[in-house]
Each structure stands twice: as structure tokens, then as C-alpha cells.
């Protein structure tokens, strides 16, 4: 189930784990080997995790947490998890043909959430662990620069899908967009590239599931950006592909400043105005402004 000591430093690296977290990960790997109770829990979080391997959730999974752990090892336990649960997921891969660069690079996710872990808390541990079941459930590629995640169009957006014309209703198959970090500008030719990446590999590996709609619901398409950014910039590009259905009512002030500075914690008078999009984010914020999450959507 859980590789031993020696084999599980190579497979934090294959899940490009950083460096400074595999020594820790490890030693207290041979801990968690001891117990019996750790070792059925972890029997268990993996059985939950890969269950209906290949299908369509209605919502990610949560990885439970490790009972009676604290500290470091409850801040690890999910990297055990996915450590134990990999054979499961590249069985999956190979059943479906995905090549192993791309199921290399979509697992490499693993290591961007322990890199923002430690960036966010200045602590070794795994930043969203929900998150990255999508992966290991099959439902999301790293395909170049962007994220595709196998899903279905929504009530709202399929109804600006249908004002549009298109013969397609709630329920349908749609791939929705995620932007990753540490992986270079947004640039619109990363973006043609990722979508024809897409285009390609979904049209192959999963023919049973016509995408013909790219959704994406995030903060970069709130249309206020674009009063505040460049024309030409790579995120007033990167909206100019959407059809805007809906923007959700409730603010979100802290996901721009999180993903933009890495933190929520300093005073927002403290953060850097170096960029155009530091000085967008926060000049709005300072003139009494708010930020929202907007839902678009694009014919592939």
C-alpha cells in the first residue's frame, strides 16, 4: 500500500514534491508503518479516493483527515494518501491510453499544492487536498499551460449556452478551465496551445464525451479587470474568449490578493505594486472596491 521508506522519496520526486519536504515526509512515513490503526486508515482514504476511478463526480472528495495525528503528520497524511493511491490512478491512465508525460505532468500538482503549503503557512504540508482528487479520480489533465477538468455545463451557464444557439442543455459534457501557478505568463499563445493540446487528447482518450464548451468560474474573468488592465494584457485576452453567463453576488476580495501575492496576511498597504495587475488589484480594493468571481464559457 504505502511504498517503504526508500521507494517513497522516488515517488515524491515523480510527484515533483520539493526537495525540503521529502526528508520529513519520509521519516515520518516509517512512524505512520508502525501503526496499524494509520495503516487501515490509509487502506480506507485510498478506497474512497480511487472509487469509480474514470467517472464524473457530482463534487471533488475529501480526503479525511488522519485520526489522532497533529502536527506534521496530520499536515502530511494526505501526501501518503496520494503517494499509496498512484499505482491506482497511472492503471487508469494506461487503461485509457494517456501517455505518461501527461499523467507526469498532471500529477505534478501534487508538488505545486506542498510549494504552497509551505509558501502560505511556512510549514511542510499539503495546501487543498480536495483538490487534487481530481486527479487521482481522473477527471482533470495538465495539457501545456492550462488544466482541463472533465465536467458537466451548469443551470446558469447553460442557459447563456442555449441563448447562444447551441444545441446543448444543463448536464452536458463541458471541460472546465483551470489556471495553475508557477508555470510562466498567460499568454495567448500558451492558451491556443493548451486548447488544441485539449481538443486532441479529450477527442482520443475519452471519445464517449463530446466537449464542444470550455466553462471556467474565477476571479480573472471578473469584467472589471478590464477597466484596470491593459487592452493587450494576457488577462483581458485571456476574457476576451469568454461569453460572460453570470458573476456570483458575494464578494471575494481575498482570492485575488491570495493567488496574486501568495498571502492574506500582510496589510494590503504593505504589498507591492510592481506589476500592472498588483497595482489593479489593489488600487480597487483601496477605492472601495470588491472583487467577484465571473462565469464564462467558449465554443472549442
Known amino acids: 500500500m504505502l511504498p517503504d521508506a526508500d521507494e517513497l522519496a522516488e515517488v515524491l520526486l515523480d510527484l515533483a ?16 508503518r508502525r501503526d ?5 486508515f490509509l487502506e480506507e482514504a485510498v478506497a474512497g479516493l ?5 467517472s464524473v463526480r457530482e463534487k471533488a472528495a475529501d480526503i479525511p483527515p488522519l485520526p489522532g495525528a497533529t502536527g506534521a503528520l496530520a499536515r502530511y497524511a494526505p501526501l501518503f494518501v496520494f ?4 499505482p491506482h490512478v497511472r492503471a487508469h491512465h494506461r487503461a485509457r491510453g494517456v501517455p505518461d508525460r501527461i499523467g507526469r505532468h498532471t500529477l505534478a500538482d501534487v508538488g505545486r499544492c506542498v510549494a504552497w503549503h509551505r509558501r502560505w503557512y511556512g510549514t511542510g504540508g499539503v495546501l487543498s487536498p480536495r483538490w487534487l482528487s481530481l486527479h487521482f479520480h481522473g477527471e482533470l489533465y495538465q495539457l501545456g499551460r492550462l488544466q482541463f477538468q472533465r465536467g458537466r455545463i451548469g443551470s446558469w451557464t447553460g442557459g447563456s449556452i442555449a441563448a447562444a444557439g447551441l444545441p446543448l442543455a444543463p448536464g452536458d459534457p463541458a471541460l472546465a478551465l483551470h489556471i495553475p501557478d508557477f508555470l510562466g505568463p498567460l499568454t495567448p499563445e500558451a492558451v491556443d496551445r493548451s486548447l488544441a493540446l485539449a481538443r486532441a487528447f479529450f477527442a482520443r482518450h475519452y471519445p464517449e464525451e463530446p466537449y464542444q464548451v470550455a466553462i471556467c468560474g474565477s476571479w480573472l474573468l471578473d469584467p472589471q479587470l478590464r477597466d484596470r488592465l491593459p487592452a493587450d494584457s494576457n488577462i483581458v485576452r485571456f476574457q476576451e474568449r469568454f461569453r460572460l453567463s453570470h ?13 496574486v501575492f501568495g498571502t492574506t496576511d500582510v496589510p494590503l498597504d504593505r504589498l507591492p505594486r510592481r506589476t500592472p495587475l498588483q497595482r489593479a488589484v489593489l ?18
Open 247 to 259: 458573476r456570483l453576488p458575494e464578494p471575494e476580495d481575498t482570492e485575488p490578493v491570495r493567488f
Open 83 to 86: 503517494a499509496a493511491a498512484l
Open 50 to 54: 480511487v472509487e469509480g476511478i474514470g
Open 17 to 32: 514534491v520539493p526537495h525540503e519536504d521529502i526528508d520529513e515526509a519520509v521519516r515520518l512515513s516509517r512512524h505512520l
Open 36 to 40: 496499524a490503526e494509520a495503516l487501515r
Open 283 to 300: 488600487d480597487h480594493l483601496d477605492e472601495g472596491g470588491h472583487w467577484y468571481v465571473g462565469h464564462g464559457w467558449f465554443r472549442l
